[in-house]
């Protein structure tokens, strides 16, 4: 059960770049929260499967020499589902219907988040290079903190100065 969940029921043995296939599985499932449920219920999602991959990957890399493994993906998930809640937040502020979801939004989500997720600049790599679980988990969030960000940014320099 732990591999199945570290695996994000199968995404992260998907060849190659599993953390893309991840990250991508993430964001499809993300939208369709959002869709379900707007902000609120992304952001419950995205702190409940926070909490299952600290558990999930301290159980399944138990003994194991590098907890870091290419096919361990829900770090990717909560953290794309983090950087996923900025525009989502966004939306749901704005007070568009939970079945908006403009493909900008999680477009520059998912792809700025795999720029920040491999590059690992700053508090990002620290967080990598830390090992174990909290290794595992804490890169991909901070990658998630930055991608939103940064999607926020690009949105509100293109609404604000360019549109």
């Known amino acids: 059960m732990h591999r199945m969940i570290a695996t994000w029921f199968g995404a992260g043995d998907i060849r190659p770049a599993p953390g893309t296939w991840g990250s991508a599985v993430a964001v499809a499932l993300g939208v369709v929260i959002h869709w379900i449920g707007s902000?609120?219920?992304?952001?419950?999602?995205t702190i409940a499967v926070t909490a299952l991959g600290f558990w999930s990957v301290s159980h399944y890399t138990k003994g194991m020499e590098d907890p870091d493994r290419s096919e361990i993906v829900i770090d990717e998930v909560a953290g794309q589902w983090l950087a996923l809640c900025f525009p989502s937040y966004g939306?749901?502020?704005a007070g568009l219907p939970s079945t908006e979801f403009p493909w900008?939004?999680?477009?520059?989500a998912f792809l700025l988040f795999r720029l920040f997720d491999i590059w690992?600049?700053?508090i990002i790599?620290?967080?990598?290079?830390?090992?174990?679980?909290?290794?595992v988990m804490m890169d991909d969030?901070?990658?998630g903190v930055f991608a939103g960000l940064t999607t926020m940014i690009c949105a509100g320099i293109w609404h604000g100065l360019i549109a």
Do not use: V
């Open 39 to 45: 902000f609120p219920l992304l952001a419950l999602a």
């Open 120 to 122: 690992k600049p700053w």
């Open 91 to 93: 939306f749901w502020h």
């Open 125 to 135: 790599g620290r967080a990598d290079r830390e090992g174990g679980t909290m290794g």
């Open 141 to 143: 969030l901070w990658a």
């Open 104 to 108: 900008p939004g999680w477009l520059a």
